[in-house]
């Protein structure tokens, strides 16, 4: 029996600011029954999602009585290099804390750039080396570190714009989110899910026809939730084989479901 009841996938953006309308932002959701099909922005004079409106969205639909899980395309944490650099607690929620206090990259008007440039933040006194890698991301050959920006492929940008979402969402959803695996590695029974993906794993599985990159990254997300889950191997992804040392490891860095 699947454990979930819809599936969704975002593919996500860093560009610009929190309103700002971006073709790169895209959702798309499939059930047991269906596959995957776009889901438009509230109706408004925007066209596209915007950062703040999939965080509002997902605030709203996640609370609901619905089984969902969520797969963003970013990263939802650092390497443990950057905690002992900055002398950190090895704890997420004060992670999130931290790391929005220095990158205020929710704010009205924020560039990520405006913070990397230190107009606005502080982002000087977090920084990281693009050299430090994630545990997930050694073991993930195309992955690229959270702090090499401006290349093509990179995750820094929307990992800067996103992570502030993430916290806003933690602190929204009233404890009734479990975030993996910063929450555990084992799911509780109809809780909405919320991980970490990259949609370059699976994309090559399932047919492009008309959709765009930023169309078929979130699509294809949304498709493999929904066929892991139903034929059962889903569970398996949520638990990696991983040492119990890795695993400590991962549940400071954060890991990238269907990493195995």
Do not use: C
Not at 51 to 59: F, Q, V
Not at 112 to 137: C, K, M, Q, Y
Not at 170 to 180: P, Q, S
Not at 233 to 245: D, G, K, R, V, Y
């Amino acid at each position: 029996m699947a454990r979930f009841d819809r599936y969704i996938g975002i593919d996500y953006s860093g560009a610009e600011t929190p309103s700002s309308s971006l073709r790169g932002l895209r959702v798309y959701s499939s059930n047991k029954e269906t596959l995957p099909k776009e889901v438009p922005p509230p109706p408004s004079p925007r066209r596209y999602w915007t950062r703040r409106g999939i965080a509002e969205w997902l605030k709203t639909e996640l609370v609901g009585d619905l089984p969902t899980i969520v797969g963003i395309d970013h990263a939802f944490s650092f390497p443990l290099r950057y905690f002992e650099t900055h002398q950190l607690l090895p704890d997420w929620p004060t992670f999130l804390d931290d790391f929005q206090e220095h990158w205020p990259t929710d704010r009205e008007n924020m560039y990520v750039d405006f913070v990397r440039d230190g107009i606005h933040g502080n982002g000087a006194l977090r920084s990281g080396d693009p050299r430090w890698l994630r545990l997930t991301e050694e073991w993930t050959v195309t992955a690229k570190s959270v702090f090499r920006f401006d290349i093509q492929g990179s995750v820094a940008k929307s990992t800067h714009a996103g992570l502030p979402w993430l916290r806003y969402l933690r602190l929204n959803t009233e404890g009734l989110v479990h975030f993996w695996p910063f929450d555990g590695w084992a799911v509780p029974p109809a809780k909405a899910v919320v991980a970490e993906v990259y949609p370059s794993l699976w994309a090559r599985r399932f047919p492009q026809n008309d959709r765009d990159g930023d169309q078929h990254a979130a699509y294809s997300v949304s498709a493999w939730l929904r066929r892991a889950d139903l034929d059962k191997s889903l569970e398996t992804f949520l638990s990696p084989a991983l040492t119990p040392q890795e695993r400590t490891v991962a549940g400071i860095e954060g890991w990238i479901l269907g990493v195995l």
